[in-house]
């Protein structure tokens, strides 16, 4: 089970962390992402980590969103600042397990930004 806490109402240029745990899964078994989905568009990646650490991110989140897990914790963040109205949209919380092949989804969680 994947679940995603730390969305809200923010304001324009204001920071959140957005938090994603993980149970019942093996966790260094797991590359993970963060996915966002706007109304009437497409979900989208934004920010992905393989389970050796790498990350990778959409051009248009580079320098404002950071992507981290804590093994200890079995949980991934995604640390997002200078939030803009254009980052707007349900971030979903994503998981594919090496061994397995399954791919897991959370169930999201809000972001509205006001400008």
């Known amino acids: 089970q994947l679940v995603e806490s730390g969305g809200g109402l923010v304001q324009a240029g204001d920071s959140l962390r957005l938090s994603c745990s993980a149970s019942?899964?093996?966790?260094?078994?797991?590359?993970m992402g963060w996915f966002r989905q706007a109304p009437e568009m497409r979900r989208e990646l934004v920010a992905n980590?393989?389970?050796?650490?790498?990350?990778a991110y959409a051009e248009s989140v580079k320098g404002r969103f950071t992507i981290s897990k804590d093994h200890a914790k079995n949980t991934l963040y995604l640390q997002i600042n200078g939030l803009k109205p254009e980052d707007t949209a349900v971030y979903f919380c994503?998981?594919?397990?090496?061994?397995?092949?399954?791919?897991?989804w959370g169930q999201g969680t809000q972001v509205t930004v006001n400008s």
């Open positions: 019942g899964y093996t966790f260094s078994r797991l590359g």
């Open positions: 980590i393989s389970r050796m650490g790498y990350t």
């Open positions: 994503n998981a594919r397990d090496a061994w397995s092949r399954e791919v897991y």
